[in-house]
């Protein structure tokens, strides 16, 4: 079945520091790219959703200066938590898909993401 | 809007009885409908989907899921239930225009031994 790679899958780092986490999907194109946020035993809050060289779309109430996203080409995309504090502290999971909309989305392993 | 609701935040059954968890939607038009599990600090692994064609779907790990579109129904089943079953469940939707799937809450499944 489709990957998706995510890396690194664990990170904890001081405040103010900013982290960059790699979502690569494997073995397909993914036109599409989604990353959610996870607080512990919650559902998926989807943040922003990434098309292969256009700018990403967020969702309501997530800071785009604040949580930088790349899609740079078909296969990657990354999310720059910029200037993180420990309220930023959280799983972050990131998805892939092609642009069929009944195709399921790839999930990669998330990243728990601790901020001191 | 899209929904998704999953009545249950825990179901729990003894290891080879059936199980049931529950999912609702809303959406308008043909929903696009699919079964996620996420086990301890990992991400989602796709279990089955219903996009049109029979009502009932065979997924991974002998689990299956009855469309029903009168009760805006999605529940996922599995005959006998296995202590590894044990996970967070998560049901989802799309429309057909739509790219983002919107997910329930999430339903904690506990087989006991």
């Known amino acids: 079945g489709a990957v998706v790679s995510q890396h690194p899958s664990w990170v904890i780092c001081k405040s103010g520091t900013s982290v960059k986490i790699e979502c690569r999907s494997l073995d397909f194109q993914a036109t599409t790219m989604f990353w959610y946020r996870q607080f512990p035993k919650q559902s998926l809050m989807l943040m922003a959703t990434?098309?292969?060289?256009?700018?990403?779309?967020?969702e309501q109430g997530v800071e785009k200066d604040k949580f930088l996203i790349n899609h740079a080409s078909l296969t990657l995309s990354t999310l720059t938590v910029t200037s993180a504090h420990p309220e930023d502290s959280s799983f972050y999971i990131c998805?892939?898909?092609?642009?069929?909309?009944?195709?399921?989305?790839?999930f990669g392993d998330g990243t728990r993401l601790s901020i001191l | 809007a899209q929904s998704v609701a999953q009545p249950e935040d825990q179901v729990n059954v003894a290891e080879g009885n059936p199980l049931t968890v529950k999912c609702t939607y809303s959406?308008?038009?043909?929903?696009?409908l699919f079964w996620y599990v996420q086990y301890p600090n990992r991400g989602l692994q796709f279990l089955l989907k219903?996009?049109?064609?029979?009502?009932l779907v065979k997924g991974s790990y002998g689990f299956e899921a009855e469309f029903n579109k009168s009760q805006t129904s999605f529940h996922l089943k599995k005959p006998s239930a296995l202590v590894s079953d044990s996970a967070l469940y998560f049901c989802?939707?799309?429309?057909?225009?739509?790219?983002?799937?919107?997910f329930g809450k999430g339903t904690t499944l506990s087989v006991s031994s």
């Open positions: 959406v308008s038009g043909n929903p696009y």
């Open positions: 990434s098309n292969e060289g256009s700018k990403a779309t967020y």
């Open positions: 998805s892939a898909s092609v642009t069929v909309s009944n195709q399921p989305q790839h």
């Open positions: 989802a939707v799309r429309d057909a225009t739509g790219t983002a799937l919107i």
């Open positions: 219903y996009i049109t064609g029979d009502n």
